[in-house]
Each structure stands twice: as C-alpha cells, then as structure tokens.
C-alpha cells in the first residue's frame, strides 16, 4: 500500500503535469492568434496597396484620355477651319463686292437725300 507521502507526490506530480501541459496549450494558442493576426494584416496591406496601384492607374487612364479629347478636339478645329477656308475659296467674291458696293451707292444716296430735306 502507498503512504499518504506517496500519494500526494504523486497527486502533485500529476497536477504539475496538467499544469504544464495547460500552458503549452496556452502558449499554442496565443501563437495561433499571433499568426490569425499577421494574415489578417498581411491582407489587408494587400488589399490596401492593390487599391492604391488601381487608383494610380485609373487616374493615368483618364488623363491619357483626356490628352487624347484635347488632341482630337484640336484636329476637328483644324479640319473644320480647312473646310472653311476651302468653301470661302470657291465663293466668288468679285460679284459679292460689286453687289456690296451698289447698296453702299444707294445708302450714301439715300443719306445724302435725308440730309438735304
């Protein structure tokens, strides 16, 4: 038969036992907490700076298209100032000067008349 010496060393021993693999169990998960949080982290980080290169992106694409808006809006004014130049180049003036100066004729007639009443 065991003593009563006996039995509680080993009681003790078996606590001791329980005890330390308790704070293995502890210390294992607060490792897997450790580690829940750095992935949490990493993926957001990840997340963030994707975000960040998508915006960056964005933004140059838009001012390339808007590079691209003033350039074609600068080549319509161009071809539209040729087409106008080309159909006022096939206009003939002479008889539009000379139907201009017959009504400056009957104006300054008409205004010399007015005057002398």
């Known amino acids: 038969m065991m003593n009563t010496k006996e039995t509680m060393e080993r009681s003790f021993a078996m606590l001791e036992s329980a005890l330390d693999k308790y704070w293995d169990m ?18 957001l980080k990840k997340y963030l700076d994707q975000r960040r290169t998508a915006r960056e992106e964005s933004t140059k694409i838009i001012e390339e298209m808007m590079q691209q808006v003033k350039k074609n809006q600068m080549q319509i004014q161009s071809m539209v100032k040729d087409a106008v130049l080309s159909a006022l180049e096939s206009v003939d003036f002479p008889a539009y000067t000379s139907s201009m100066d017959e009504l400056k004729k009957k104006v300054d007639e008409l205004s010399k008349k007015i005057e002398d009443k």
């Open 26 to 43: 502890w210390l294992v998960s607060l490792g897997s907490m450790s580690w829940s949080q750095e992935q949490v982290e990493n993926m």
